[in-house]
T-cell receptor, first 112, second 112 residues
C-alpha cells in the first residue's frame, strides 16, 4: 500500500524566513503534485513534477523531485503572510493511471 | 470553463436519510474522482472513473456508498442510509492526462 508522508505537519514561521516541507512516498511514482488549500476552501494545484530532478518555481515557492530517494521538497523563500495555508503533496503510483494519493498535509502559518 | 461544479455546497441531514451529492466535471476531462476530507483521516480517495467507467472503488467505505457517472458531464455520490460518521467535506475532481486533478468547491455534509 502506498504511503505518502509529509513533514512537518505544522509549521509556524516568521515572515522573511526560509523553510522546506518534505514529502516522502513508499513506492515507484509516475509523477507528483503539490496543492494548496486555504481554510474552508478547495484545493488549488501548484506544481506537477514529472521526472527525476524536475524543479518548478512560482514566486516564493520552489518544488523539486528526487525519484530515486522517493522524496519531493517544497521550499519557501522569504515567507509572507499570504502563503499561510495547508500544503499537500499527492503521488500517482506507476501503472495506476491518474489515481492521486495525498499526503497528510502541512499546515503553514506565517507570522509577522 | 467554470471549473468543476459541485452541488449542494452544504447539506445537513438526519441520520438514516439518503444523501445525493452531484458533480459536473470540466468539459473534456476524462477522469473523475470523489474524495472525502476529514480532520482525522485527511483526504481519502473514494472512487474514480475513466471515460465514465469506474476504475477503482476500493476506497468506498461500505455498501451504503455508491457512485455513478451516467455521462461525461455528470456524476453522483449517494449515501443511503447516512450516519453521523459520514460527516465530512466531499470533493469531486477531474483531470485530463497528466494535468493534475482540478477540484470542485466541495460539499460540506453534516449528518445529525
Amino acid at each position: 500500500e502506498l504511503k505518502v508522508e509529509q513533514n512537518p505537519l505544522f509549521l509556524s514561521m516568521q515572515e522573511g524566513k526560509n523553510y522546506t516541507i518534505y514529502c516522502n512516498y513508499s513506492t515507484t511514482s509516475d509523477r507528483l503534485y503539490w496543492y494548496r488549500q486555504d481554510p474552508g476552501k478547495s484545493l488549488e494545484s501548484l506544481f506537477v513534477l514529472l521526472s527525476n530532478g524536475a524543479v518548478k518555481q512560482e514566486g516564493r515557492l520552489m518544488a523539486s523531485l528526487d525519484t530515486k530517494a522517493r522524496l519531493s521538497t517544497l521550499h519557501i523563500t522569504a515567507a509572507v503572510h499570504d502563503l499561510s495555508a495547508t500544503y499537500f503533496c499527492a503521488v500517482v503510483v506507476t501503472g495506476t493511471a491518474s489515481k492521486l494519493t495525498f499526503g497528510t498535509g502541512t499546515r503553514l502559518q506565517v507570522t509577522l | 470553463d467554470a471549473g468543476v461544479i459541485q452541488s449542494p455546497r452544504h447539506e445537513v441531514t438526519e441520520m438514516g436519510q439518503e444523501v445525493t451529492l452531484r458533480c459536473k466535471p470540466i468539459s473534456g476531462h476524462d477522469y473523475l474522482f470523489w474524495y472525502r476530507q476529514t480532520m482525522m483521516r485527511g483526504l481519502e480517495l473514494l472512487i474514480y472513473f475513466n471515460n465514465n467507467v469506474p476504475i477503482d472503488d476500493s476506497g468506498m467505505p461500505e455498501d451504503r456508498f455508491s457512485a455513478k457517472m451516467p455521462n461525461a458531464s455528470f456524476s453522483t455520490l449517494k449515501i443511503q442510509p447516512s450516519e453521523p460518521r459520514d460527516s465530512a467535506v466531499y470533493f469531486c475532481a477531474s483531470s485530463f492526462a497528466s494535468s493534475g486533478a482540478f477540484f470542485g468547491q466541495g460539499t460540506r455534509l453534516t449528518v445529525v
